[in-house]
């Protein structure tokens, strides 16, 4: 593993399913982070973790939970698929001191919700 | 909350300059972020401004005025191949970024 890594990575899912997306990172970093995309509206952050055993909430969390057991993963579970959760979904990981701290995006996961 | 614009699309003919701007409002500064997405592929970091002034890194350049709430990106010697979005994104003082709806740039031979 080279980076940060998602799976699946692309889905089309029944409405009322449940569904967990996987990210796992190599890179140490303390923080994680899931993102949603949609046209017009940018990436908006739905959940976060500043370190392993801790997470917070982002601006769109409704619908969604994360749990962060380890330092290398950080899951996203919709527990109840609804057409609103269509989007693409992008993990992140960032060091929490030193440099810049940017964030390292994953390649991504495209999810439909019929 | 955070407040961040930036126009939709720019088009522009290889070999000029863009400049694409981001103005903000938010309840905590702790730096400012490009990044640059190719259509159906993730954000990667291009720059990042927390003090006033220009930081420049080959053909890119990025520009902050901590009070005006501005920042620009400023893309020289376009190649067909820096056709994309480039997303703004600010840092409160946690470590969250809050990102504007990007800016789509499209380079024309």
């Known amino acids: 593993i080279a980076g940060i890594t998602q799976a699946p990575t692309s889905q089309i899912l029944a409405a009322g399913r449940r569904m967990t997306l996987r990210c796992t990172q190599d890179?140490?970093?303390?923080?994680m982070y899931w993102y949603r995309q949609d046209l017009g509206l940018g990436l908006r952050l739905i959940h976060y973790?500043?370190?392993?055993?801790?997470?917070g909430k982002g601006e769109v969390p409704d619908g969604y939970s994360v749990s962060r057991a380890n330092t290398d993963d950080f899951p996203l579970t919709l527990a109840s698929a609804v057409p609103s959760q269509t989007s693409v979904y992008f993990c992140?990981?960032?060091?929490?001191?030193?440099?810049?701290?940017?964030?390292?995006f994953g390649p991504g996961t495209r999810l439909t919700v019929l | 909350g955070q407040n961040i614009d930036q126009p939709t699309e720019m088009t522009a003919t290889e070999g000029a300059i863009v400049q694409i701007n981001c103005t903000y409002q938010t309840s905590g500064f702790n730096g400012l972020f490009w990044y640059q997405q190719h259509a159906g592929e993730a954000p990667t970091f291009l720059s990042y401004n927390v003090l006033d002034g220009l930081e420049e890194k080959g053909r890119f350049s990025s520009f902050l005025s901590r009070s005006k709430g501005y920042s620009y990106l400023l893309l020289k010697e376009l190649q067909m191949k820096d056709s994309a979005s480039y997303l703004c994104a600010v840092r409160d003082g946690d470590y969250k970024l809050s990102f504007g709806a990007g800016t789509t740039v499209t380079v024309r031979a």
């Open positions: 890179m140490r970093h303390n923080a």
């Open positions: 973790s500043n370190t392993a055993g801790t997470t």
């Open positions: 992140a990981s960032s060091r929490t001191s030193g440099g810049y701290n940017e964030q390292f």
